[in-house]
């Protein structure tokens, strides 16, 4: 009984042995557990916040403020530059009226003038042409026969002065023969002295007079030149009945400058006749009959079968925006949202135009002008409401 009671108590205590030591390790991990904690959680890696990661949503949508606009915006139709002052004849449209390019909307006053001018000019284009007419023909029949009959006059006239004038040197070279041979025989009968002195003067100054007389005879009959004149007369029946193409290019040169000054008055006609530019809906009419074009212009045209939407996106969130996206357009004024679809954007960043109603808004902002076109059943429906502020909705 005493070795069954040794060796109870041996087994006891290796068993509280064992248990000593389990509980030694346990302490010694639980201790270092807690020492490395201690050093992680001063460490700088520890000193990093982990932040849990957060699900932010996608932004699909840009909104921006706008308003409606016709295609190429409203135009002032005005009347053309001028020196003189344009005021308004007649007006042939009224306001909300559909028209077409190139329609006829108002007639001005410097009508009347300027249809009397390209008269005056056409009326010119008729005179020259005549007169190109006239030189390609040359000379009348009865003025060339005229000359030719002043060429032959001039020389049967310069035929018969010189015969006229050879016959007298005839004469005058007979009598002074005889004269020579008086004078001859007068000297000697006075040598002789068988006649008086002064009859022998007498035949000595009927010599010299008859060597006077046949030397004027002689000049005049050098004089007796009709050739010049002829010369003179038959050029001027050449010049008369030649067609010269120098004078023929002339006369056409003032045909094409009559019919040029034609064009320019047809030009300057269609001036008193103010036209549209292109087909749309007259808005608002500046110029009545009878007043003077003011300055912003007569009629204001927009094309309302097409609208667009000119809204205006903050620079920040223009990155965002390219063309084709969806729109909607809407505005308490309109029947319902309106359709449409980006179309272009402007190439300049501008300051705000279209202004929140919030007082408390950046009116300051710089934004980037977006085109939207809608589609044919809202262009319908904002046909009436151009300039209206309306709120857009850009799908991302």
């Known amino acids: 009984m005493m070795r069954d009671a040794i060796a109870n108590s041996s087994t006891s205590f290796k068993q509280g042995h064992r248990q000593l030591i389990i509980l030694a390790m346990v302490t010694t991990l639980a201790t270092t557990g807690i020492i490395a904690y201690r050093w992680r959680l001063h460490s700088p890696q520890s000193r990093v916040t982990q932040t849990p990661q957060v699900s932010v949503p996608q932004i699909k949508t840009v909104t921006a403020l706008g308003k409606l606009e016709p295609k190429g915006k409203v135009i002032k139709v005005s009347a053309p530059t001028s020196s003189q002052e344009n005021r308004v004849d007649q007006l042939l449209v009224k306001e909300n009226q559909v028209v077409k390019a190139g329609q006829v909307i108002a007639i001005l006053d410097s009508k009347d003038r300027l249809q009397s001018a390209l008269v005056k000019a056409q009326e010119q284009v008729r005179v020259q042409e005549a007169n190109l007419a006239k030189v390609q023909a040359g000379a009348k029949p009865g003025e060339?026969?005229?000359?030719?009959?002043?060429?032959?006059?001039?020389?049967?006239?310069?035929?018969?002065?010189?015969?006229?004038?050879?016959?007298?040197?005839?004469?005058?070279?007979?009598?002074?023969?005889?004269?020579?041979?008086?004078?001859?025989?007068?000297?000697?009968?006075?040598?002789q002295g068988a006649i008086s002195k002064s009859s022998f003067d007498s035949k000595r100054l009927s010599l010299d007079t008859a060597i006077q007389q046949l030397q004027e005879a002689r000049a005049v009959l050098t004089r007796i030149d009709g050739t010049k004149q002829v010369r003179e007369a038959e050029a001027t029946l050449q010049k008369i009945a030649e067609v010269r193409p120098v004078d023929v290019e002339e006369a056409k040169a003032e045909v094409r400058n009559a019919m040029a000054d034609v064009n320019q008055a047809k030009e300057n006609l269609k001036q008193a006749y103010v036209r549209s530019p292109q087909d749309g809906q007259v808005f608002d009419i500046h110029t009545r009959p009878g007043e003077v074009v003011s300055s912003d212009g007569i009629v204001e045209i927009g094309q309302?079968?097409?609208?667009?939407?000119?809204?205006?996106?903050?620079?920040?969130?223009?990155?965002?925006?390219?063309?084709?996206?969806?729109?909607?357009?809407?505005?308490?004024?309109?029947?319902?949202?309106?359709?449409?679809?980006?179309?272009w954007l402007?190439?300049?960043?501008?300051?705000?135009?279209?202004?929140?109603?919030?007082?408390?808004?950046?009116?300051?902002?710089?934004?980037?002008?977006?085109?939207?076109?809608?589609?044919?059943?809202?262009?319908?429906?904002?046909?009436?409401?151009?300039?209206?502020?309306?709120?857009?909705?850009?799908?991302?």
């Open 144 to 191: 060339i026969e005229a000359q030719r009959a002043q060429v032959e006059r001039l020389k049967a006239q310069w035929q018969g002065d010189k015969i006229a004038q050879q016959a007298t040197y005839r004469k005058l070279e007979a009598e002074l023969n005889n004269a020579q041979a008086e004078y001859g025989r007068y000297r000697q009968l006075y040598s």
């Open 304 to 343: 309302t079968n097409q609208m667009y939407v000119v809204a205006e996106v903050y620079q920040s969130q223009i990155g965002k925006i390219h063309p084709g996206q969806h729109v909607r357009v809407l505005s308490d004024s309109l029947p319902g949202p309106l359709q449409g679809k980006v179309d």
């Open 346 to 396: 402007s190439l300049q960043v501008r300051r705000q135009n279209v202004i929140n109603t919030d007082p408390s808004s950046n009116i300051d902002a710089k934004v980037v002008e977006v085109h939207i076109q809608l589609d044919d059943a809202s262009s319908q429906k904002a046909a009436k409401f151009t300039n209206l502020q309306v709120k857009v909705v850009i799908h991302l």
